[in-house]
């Protein structure tokens, strides 16, 4: 007969605290089990990290008839490290299509990107206006 078997088991209450001074082994979690031994076989579940990947935003530039191409060409080398390739190919989508995407950053690099082309293009006298959206 077994005469070690656990109290805790056979009140059927497996893991729960009793009155005190009779409780057993605390549980490892919800799920906490126990072998023949009376060892708990818990499984032992990750912690979920509790992290957001940050809202992107769209810097856009906006065209004009006014500002030179190659100024904006310079712009998109100098403040998104576009290639000169690149840089105009995204010039001659604006000059097209009216807008076109610099870039895509997080929040507070979007707004430093557009403060520095809108500060740039006044400083050299020109028209030309950079603004950002969420994506
Ligand atoms: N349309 C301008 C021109 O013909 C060139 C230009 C391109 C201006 C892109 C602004 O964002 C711009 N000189």
């Known amino acids: 007969m077994r005469q070690e ?25 919800g799920s906490d089990r126990r072998d023949d031994n009376g060892t708990s076989t818990g499984v032992v579940v990750k912690a979920k990290p509790k992290t957001k990947k940050p809202s992107m935003y769209k810097v856009l530039m906006l065209n004009d008839d006014y500002t030179p191409m190659e100024f904006v060409v310079h712009i998109l080398e100098r403040f998104f490290q576009k290639s000169r390739e690149e840089a105009t190919r995204i010039m001659m989508h ?3 299509r009216g807008v076109g995407v610099c870039g895509v950053y997080t929040y507070e690099v979007a707004e430093t990107k557009v403060t520095q082309v809108m500060d740039f293009a006044r400083r050299h006298q020109h028209p030309l206006q950079c603004t950002m959206e969420k994506e």
Not at 5 to 29: K, W
């Open 5 to 29: 078997g656990n109290r805790q088991e056979s009140r059927g209450d497996r893991g729960l605290a009793g009155p005190a001074g009779m409780s057993g082994p605390a549980p490892v979690c």
């Open 94 to 96: 604006v000059h097209r």
